[in-house]
């Protein structure tokens, strides 16, 4: 498997230069090689979509895109630049955010203080509640997401909900790269249109490049400027959206169904 | 609710739909009895009332109740529970705790005594060495619970016998008494003088309860223990939340074991142990800190010392034996954990 990254799209929609290169990334968690070799590019304002299998690699990449988990070996280059990720707080201050799949939501906290955690408002010292309350009231209408309350305690709210205030805690960091995992797993078509809103608002203000791991391909082409499909590790497949099709991206996955399940009845 | 209001508030589409309002003073009432029931500490404090009235009114020790000496045995009492339920809540909340305070209460004032009589150490820095003693012991527990990854339950169980065997050998399990030059204002301030204790104990848990409710530190406590993965996936270091909670514990029984010993002018090989720490993790869970972690509070922890303070001195008054104070603590532990899970229910439907 050779992994092809066509010259030509490294620098496309956002008009602007590549702000985040990976090169020859490799993990491995004991026996078990997450990913090998992986080469990934994403231009200044453009939404790539990571799609593949489960268990491909997606959520390792991102947890060491956010620097979360180091990788075994390979180089992450910011505009240019090689950067050692040392700590989630770290990738932050360099401007990569991330929404996890488990969305990191503190069940016993508010929903203010969420959208606050570890980068809290202080006056003197102390929390300054109010000043948070009101940001996060603002910066909840500004997204269109209608809570009741950001004093109530996020375990009372749907899923949705969840996701909303997760996604919204993010695009409020100032980040220039914004890694979104399953934004959309578990939601309603009501609740997966307001996200998909929130995505194409952040993308038509442009400054602000994003890596969406989905499994609905049809969600990923309607948003998405690019795709890459990754399997066992590595990106194998790389395509603008407009030249692919949910067609041929189910039938890539298949055809590993495919292979998979002959393998298996191989060796039985 | 009709269905459609409802759909549409849980996807957060559309203005909230405005609630029928209650009129009235028995409506007013009613709400506000219901914000009171709202407060996890509104049980502990209502209990803490009903003892104060039994034993000041109805009793038959009630005349001797309402009078300095008692008050001041019964602030001496809460204050030794109190501290150390301060940094016991910190670490139920962040999901462990720690068994070994009461001993480092124990060792605490002989380390003081070693020093001052036999090394020749000047009181203060004495005294700052034994608080450094007990930041270093919780050091330890956090070094093998997080560290290593030994349950606390485990690691705080040791490290309490392993104080204790330490204090008994080195003193031989002979009394002592403070030494020469802590007498005077040192011992005067902080545990001879009456109201000291209680001087003490409030400041301490005003220190801790704006520390838990106002502060980043606090707010990485509660989300530590609420959801350890997600608060590290954000940013949270969720390792020195727990070295930190485990120093705060072991350095609040060093105070205690040092006011303890200035108060009753003695060094004792029976002070603090299992007890003191049981006496703290109960004020704190019938003040209403759950063992699961991501919640509890200082000021439920503090009202819960009261309550075990005012039966203390309240049966000794009575005359009941002391023998029978623990099978009460022990069901009022129970039933206290079942009107919290009772009471979080009905808090839960009440904001719904």
Not at chain 1, 208 to 226: K, P, T
Not at chain 2, 80 to 100: H, K, N, R, W, Y
Not at chain 2, 247 to 262: D, E, K, N, P, Q
Request: glycine share 10%.
């Amino acid at each position: 498997m050779t992994t092809q990254v066509p010259e030509d799209q490294a620098a496309r929609p956002g008009g602007g230069g590549e702000v985040l290169r990976v090169e020859h990334v490799a993990k491995r968690f004991g026996p078990v090689t997450a990913l090998v070799d992986l080469n990934l590019r994403l231009a200044c304002g453009e939404v790539l979509g990571l799609i593949g299998d489960n268990g491909a690699g997606k959520s390792t990449l991102l947890k060491i895109l956010c620097g979360f988990q180091p990788p075994d070996s390979g180089r992450i280059l910011l505009d240019g630049q090689e950067v050692k990720l040392r700590s989630v707080d770290h990738a932050r201050s360099l401007g990569i955010d991330v929404v996890y799949q488990d969305l990191a939501l503190i069940d016993q906290l508010s929903v203010y203080h969420n959208m606050f955690l570890n980068r809290e408002q202080l006056r003197g010292g102390l929390l300054s509640n109010r000043a948070m309350r009101r940001v996060a009231r603002q910066r909840l209408d500004d997204l269109g997401i209608g809570l009741k309350s950001v004093d109530a305690p996020v375990a009372r709210l749907s899923g949705g909900q969840r996701q909303a205030i997760a996604v919204a805690r993010a695009v409020y960091s100032e980040a220039k790269i914004l890694l979104l995992d399953e934004p959309l797993a578990a939601m309603g078509a009501k609740e997966a249109a307001l996200i998909l809103e929130l995505v194409r608002d952040l993308k038509r203000k442009g400054d602000v490049s994003m890596i969406i791991i989905a499994h609905n391909y049809g969600q990923v082409l309607e948003i998405c400027d690019r795709v890459n499909l990754l399997q066992h590790g590595q990106i194998t497949l790389d395509k603008p959206a407009s030249q692919t099709s949910v067609q041929e991206l189910n039938d890539i996955v298949v055809a590993e169904y495919r292979r998979a399940l002959e393998e298996r009845q191989r060796s039985a | 609710m009709s269905e459609t209001v409802k759909r549409a508030e849980e996807v957060g589409f559309g203005a909230p739909p405005g609630q029928v309002q209650e009129k009235g003073l028995w409506a007013g009432l009613l709400r506000l009895g219901r914000a009171f029931a709202q407060q996890r500490e509104a049980t502990v404090f209502v209990v803490a009332l009903l003892l104060l009235i039994y034993f000041g009114f109805i009793s038959s020790a009630s005349s001797n109740f309402f009078t300095r000496s008692d008050f001041v045995n019964i602030t001496q009492i809460m204050a030794q529970i109190a501290i150390i339920a301060c940094g016991e809540v910190l670490l139920l909340i962040c999901g462990e705790i720690d068994l070994s305070p009461g001993f480092v209460f124990l060792f605490a004032p002989y380390l003081m005594h070693y020093l001052i009589d036999f090394y020749g150490v000047p009181a203060i820095p004495a005294i700052l060495i034994c608080l450094l003693m007990g930041l270093v012991v919780g050091m330890i527990n956090g070094f093998f619970t997080v560290t290593v990854g030994v349950p606390s339950f485990i690691t705080t169980f040791a490290t309490a016998f392993i104080l204790s065997g330490l204090t008994l050998y080195t003193s031989h399990a002979q009394p002592s008494v403070p030494s020469a030059s802590v007498q005077g204002w040192i011992q005067h301030w902080f545990g001879e003088l009456a109201w000291s204790e209680l001087i003490m104990a409030v400041v301490i848990v005003a220190i801790f309860h704006v520390v838990l409710t106002r502060t980043r530190w606090g707010l990485h406590t509660i989300a530590t223990g609420g959801n350890q993965l997600g608060a590290s996936e954000a940013g949270v270091n969720v390792a020195r939340i727990k070295y930190g909670n485990f120093m705060i514990t072991s350095l609040l029984g060093a105070i205690t074991g040092l006011m303890v010993a200035f108060q009753l002018n003695t060094i004792d090989p029976s002070a603090g142990g299992f007890q003191a720490m049981f006496y703290a993790v109960t004020a704190a869970v019938i003040g209403g800190t759950a063992m699961l972690g991501g919640s509890g509070t200082i000021l439920g922890a503090f009202l819960g010392s009261i309550v075990l303070a005012l039966l203390l001195d309240g049966f000794n008054l009575i005359g009941i034996s002391a023998n029978i104070i623990l099978f009460i603590f022990g069901a009022a532990v129970l039933l206290a954990m079942v009107v919290n899970v009772q009471l979080a229910r009905v808090r839960a439907a009440g904001r719904a």
